[in-house]
């Protein structure tokens, strides 16, 4: 089992800056990569990023790019999530989710644990 813990949501304005951090725990051992997805209210939950858990690779939902950065301090068994020039529409509920394999990496069902989620807000 691994448990996965997010921690850094908030408000912020709009064109401001927000670091997500999610902290696993228990068998970090057995994971492929790490991802980030996201639900705004009566959305479904999107694709954001993922990284491999060995740092090598990083992919992104195209409307991300540039935008926000993943990235993995395994010493820490913690990865972030670097939003910068948030809008609006960023606004959801973000999760970090854990998966012992790479496939469907964009999709929910290819993740076997999550986190609580954390609330992020962008004002305009």
């Known amino acids: 089992q691994v448990q996965l813990v997010e921690s850094g949501g908030g408000l912020v304005q709009a064109g401001n800056s927000l670091r997500l951090s999610c902290v696993a725990s228990g068998r970090t051992s057995s994971l492929a990569a790490m991802g980030w997805f996201r639900q705004a209210p009566g959305k479904e939950r999107e694709f954001v990023g993922r990284?491999?858990?060995?740092?090598?690779?990083?992919l992104y939902a195209d409307s991300m790019k540039g935008r926000f950065t993943i990235s993995i301090d395994n010493a820490k068994n913690t990865v972030y999530l670097q939003m910068n020039s948030l809008r609006p529409e960023d606004t959801a509920v973000y999760y970090c989710?854990?998966?012992?394999?790479?496939?469907?990496?964009?999709?929910?069902?290819?993740?076997?644990?999550w986190g609580q989620g954390t609330q992020v807000t962008a004002s305009s």
């Open positions: 990284i491999r858990w060995s740092g090598a690779t990083t």
């Open positions: 989710a854990a998966a012992v394999g790479y496939d469907d990496y964009d999709r929910p069902r290819g993740y076997d644990y």
